[in-house]
């Protein structure tokens, strides 16, 4: 799988939604995503969203995805 198709999954999933996805070998994956959807949402139920996002893939075609989910607010404040 292509790291450009799991970020429009995720987009796609998450109106609003700006994921940058990176892959080496088209299995493993990492991923920054900015969602509005994220704002007052603890870890686990911003990960279970991109999760559903991506619904059987994870554990197929995605063997590994490492996430940093970010509400828009907390994004403007990184460095």
Known sequence: ???RDVAQL???ALPG???VVESDD???FTAAIV???FEGKGARERHRL???ALG???GAE???LSLKAYAPAEWSRQD
């Open 26 to 28: 088209g299995v493993h």
């Open 35 to 37: 969602a509005p959807q």
């Open 50 to 52: 991109v999760y559903a």
């Open 10 to 12: 995720i987009e796609a």
């Open 17 to 19: 939604a700006r994921a």
């Open 1 to 3: 799988m292509h790291a």
């Open 62 to 64: 995605i063997h590994a």
């Open 56 to 58: 059987t893939r994870v």
